[in-house]
């Protein structure tokens, strides 16, 4: 059954939900509910669903499964999940006319800054609407074209606000978690990351350590290449030179392009608040020692960083390594301390093609693990906070204990606070519990990971 | 440097994944959501090209502050031919340029009746003969600071009211409205309509330049301000703003044309539209100051003749951009029904390019049925126009919205992002020449002419650039 | 999108949850064991809690967004729950559970942030442009022309911890309300003397601030109405709501004074009024203190 609804707009990640709860309705087989985009049609096509005309304007239904009515029936339940998507949720501002673009909304509403998340092609408009309003914007979009990254930066620089992203997954503003990130304590450590996971790990460990962060501000992945020239990074440092709030910062980021590093160098060297850097590369400090540094200079303790051994005896001896992420950076920083092992990052844009994130959507990874062969050593990353799977550990849990069944050892880097709406303790008591040796330091769980595979550490 | 966002309490615009907005309520954070749909198909690219174009934001500002301080006056009442370049044998006409074989019914009856009136035919079959045989030059009002409602026909025998602009100089011209029911401007031409057409230029054009040299200039933004608040949106209501135009006009016309001053003032009471052509007039005069402005995206003229609705843009000097003309929803006269209606005619839409009409829909419920829906209705229209508007109108204001000023200056780009097209109120002709009027609606432009109007902007971004 | 997968078990949101951002202040309370509570007071947008605890504060407040953001409270993004003064509640264990509802802090915000290094030409700039602004509105402190008021000011300009505590024993409680006029003043002033005087490093302002804050809050209970013993217990660590501190951001020139007092001066009946006079005898006071040694 294929039916194509003209006029109606939702989210791609609105629409997975709808996925797959569709998929779970009685009697349905396969269900694709996406916007019509060129994409969305050829796998639908693929799927074996012959397909009408349609546009990225246009709902896209497909069905497949028990008899008609059950697809009727299935599709009624459907219309009552997209009828919930259109009505306002429960907390935002419920408005009887809602703005259309960021620039009516700016127009009409106080506002501060602007958190745009509509799909890479269509982000420039909204942003840029952002930015001629005055507001910061924070653009969780990728797929946006480098040169309209520079233009969005050049155009921010002139009007006094700052460009965060594009594919900038984490920021917090006052206390404020954007996209994904950690519920963290106020405090004096002010973040500038040009990686997501990597700006999460340092954030979550210093709320570990009980010291609380000012700002986080993400800057985008691109924004330290040559092309981009850290127009934001630079920024991002002077701001929160200014803010008095902020007493230490620290610069998060794979190494950037030499000419960009000595711009870094020299804006550093200028600042009046201290600087730690964490540049992820060979030779580098990794994210945990960074952490330790910036504790160190703010004089405060460093501690132990919270760990849950693995409880059962799986895995004596030693066998091959696999890494299962979902976080970039805490991906490459993994490869670099155990310098061996096949790692395979699932946040990377080649498996979210028309698939939410890894940390909303656990199917790839759960599949991965299944088919990890007894004796080898899986490491993985949990990440926890607004905007991630509500409960990992649900779907996680069972999947480990499986594997740790088989004789596979699973070590999992989980990267939360305290304060996250899963619960970071409940979180790791269910992994450990289901034969996981759980770390809240990707660092020291990578190197764990390293030690159990050469067989010198179960 | 500082960054506001790091002082104070956050405060959120989100669009796209709703997920990411719901994790902000969960915090408390205050938040606006954006209601976003993806811009009219095919047009990302020239999107992208058009907003990136440095020039853009201070040529919209340059346009609209145009459109917006213009002063309209009603300085003058005068021949078509002393004060246009139209000599007998061309016509004038609604909408972008048309020829006979493309035109519709009630543009085709009209033109017939220009034939007549100027006596450059036996009879209408005559006149039809020596149209179709091209002997009549048509040329759209527009190129000659000209409007015309409906059909829109100008004959070099017409009697003009002279709008001139009193902050830009500019000057714009319309005909005399005729009033309702069997009319030139709806394409009928029959001896009546004839009738009439010559009294206007004998008896009331004279009437209203004498009266109009003892009072002097009148001053048409301040009447359009006051009518708006009087519950008139100017373009399908206008019964307060032609009261007022009455109440000033009545003791000049009474010293100025004795003789005729009773059967004058008669004609203009009796005729509630009588003031769209001057406020037409206004509104050209108003949107041709914003013309011209390099990189600006601002819409400057929306007009249609009956076939093809077409729309001027600032930054593309005359160039027009059509589509097909829609019919009007709307409600009919009598025994009329949509089968009788023709496709949407008239320069009439120059009120909605200077933010009244459709745009101020909200000013106006008194209408509201009239067009279809109720009050509420007339409230999101103009809502929905501030969308794609890049300002408010500082002396047309609207009561029912705090005085808000209305929403003016139609932004390309705007539209193509939202899909939101002009609201327009418009009377509807009959289809078949000689019908006249039968009935009165909303109608949509078509997108067509807005998405071709932005690729055409695309294009000139890079020459435009590139010869600075 | 997820095709052809089976479901997985998704946590089911107990309609009764709800959640918010808290101030760091309720962050000891909110993580201790949980302790019984009852309603003091229940208003559309606010709902104050006294909780049976030795730790401060020991009344929090739960607000609505559009209610002033005090140094004690959660602010919560659903409907007020249903509750009415003495009902029982419970606060502790992460959460706060009052009514139908238990809440949880799913942000947290400083009452008391850093205004950094501020230079004392820039409060004599500001000084004079509250004093009109402050002239020129209609809201008017409850405690005009009163003698303690006036006795305060005196002894802060001075320096004189006597003469300041003398001027706030009289004034603690004085007034009506929730909030009396009295204790307001104290409040504004307390937090002024603390971020205004660190910020310009007067160090005397901060020692008064210290001292005034410690006989201030040595016997509040029971002189006052519990809601403003524990705002008093906030100002005296500089703590206060967002309208208080846009106002010190802008006497600081961080931000644009006049809305920002504006905002702060339509609070409540006289509150707002009576927390700028408070902010003015401090700001005063600084500008007075700054240079003389402790």
Known sequence: MVRVRTGVYHDSVSLMRVSRAATALPGVEVAVVAMATELNLGIAAELGFDLPKAGPADLLIALRGGGADTLEAALAELDGLLAGLSAMPAGGTAVEHPPHTVRAAARERAATLALVSVPGPYAFAEALDAVEAGLSVMIFSDNVPVEQEVLLKRRAAELGVLVMGPDCGTAVIGGAGLGFANVLRPGPVGLVAASGTGAQQVACLLDHAGVGISHLLGVGGRDLSADV???????????????????????????????????VAETIAKLGTPVVTALLGPGQDDLTAATETALRALGAPVPAWPSWPAPGTAGEHAGSLRGIYSGGTLCVEARLITGSGEFTDFGDDAYTVGRAHPMIDPTLRLEALAEVPPGEVVLLDVVLGHGADPDPAATLAPAIAGAAARGVTVIVALVGSEGDPQGLNAQAEALNAAGAAVFTSNAQAAGHAAEVAAGIAR | ?????????????????????????????????????????????????????????????????????????????????????????????????????????????????????????????????????????????????????????????????EVRDAEHGGTAYCSLNEGLGKVLRYGAYGPEVLRRLRWMAEVLGPALQATLERSGPLDLRALTAQALQMGDELHNRNRAATSLLVRELAPEVAEAAPGHAAEVLRFINGN????????????????????????????????????????????????????????????????????????????????????????????????????????????????????????????????GLDFRGTPVGVDVTLVARTGLLPTVNTGIAGRVAGTGQVGAGLVSPPASAFTTALAALAEAVDHGNGSV | MSVGTRPKARRVHVRTHGTGAASTTLRQVLEAPRRPARVLAAFPAGVYLEIRTELEPQVIAVVTGQATRLPNAMVVSDPMPQVAVGDEACVGDGSIDVGRLSLRAHRWWNPAPPLGTVKVAELVRSLPAMAGLCERSSRRSGLEGNGAADLLAQGCAEGSLLKSVVAAEQLIGLGPGLTPSGDDVLAGLLVALRHLGGATGADRAVWLADWLAAAVTFDVRGRTTPISAALLHCAARGEASGEVLAVLRGLAGRQSLEPALHRLLQLGHTSGADLAWGLRIGLAAVIDLEGRGN
């Open chain 1, 229 to 263: 020239g850290g127009l934001s990074t630079l920024r991002a440092l002077e701001a929160l030179d200014a803010d008095p709030a902020t007493e230490l910062i620290v610069l998060i980021s794979k190494p950037p392009a030499p000419e960009v590093a000595r711009a």
């Open chain 2, 1 to 161: 440097m500082t960054l506001t966002m790091l002082s104070g309490e956050p405060e959120v615009i989100t669009v796209g994944a709703d997920l990411l907005g719901e994790a902000l309520d969960f915090q408390a954070v205050p938040r606006t959501r954006v209601d976003w749909r993806p811009p009219m198909p095919g047009t990302e690219a020239d999107l992208a090209r058009v907003l990136a174009d440095p020039r853009r934001g201070r040529a919209n500002e340059t346009a609209v502050g145009r459109l917006v301080s213009a002063r309209p006056q009603l300085v003058g009442v005068r021949p078509a031919h002393e004060v246009l370049d139209l000599p007998k044998g061309t016509f004038l006409h609604a909408g972008p340029p048309i020829e006979w074989e493309r035109a519709s019914g009630p543009m085709r009856g009209a033109l017939i009746g220009a034939m007549l009136l100027e006596g450059l035919a036996a009879d209408a079959a005559d006149a039809e003969e020596r149209l179709a045989r091209g002997q009549a030059r048509l040329d759209s009002c527009h190129h000659h600071r000209t409007v015309g409602p409906m059909a829109g026909v100008v004959t070099s025998s017409m009697w003009m009211f």
């Open chain 2, 272 to 399: 509630d539209h009588f003031f769209l052509n001057a406020g037409m007039a206004a509104c050209k005069v108003s949107a041709d100051a914003a013309r011209n402005v390099p990189g600006s995206t601002m819409v400057v003229a929306m007009a249609r003749n009956g076939t093809d609705f077409g729309v001027q843009v600032s930054g593309l000097g005359d160039r027009w951009f059509t589509g097909p003309a829609g019919v009007p929803d709307g409600l009919y006269l009598g025994a009329y029904g949509p089968d009788d209606a023709n496709p949407d005619i008239g320069d009439s839409t120059i009120t909605e390019t200077a933010g009244l009409g459709g745009f101020a829909m909200a000013a106006a419920p008194a209408i509201v049925r009239f067009v279809g829906g109720d009050v509420s209705d007339a409230m999101a229209a103009t809502r929905s126009m501030y969308e794609i508007t890049l300002a408010e109108h500082p002396a047309y204001q609207i009561p």
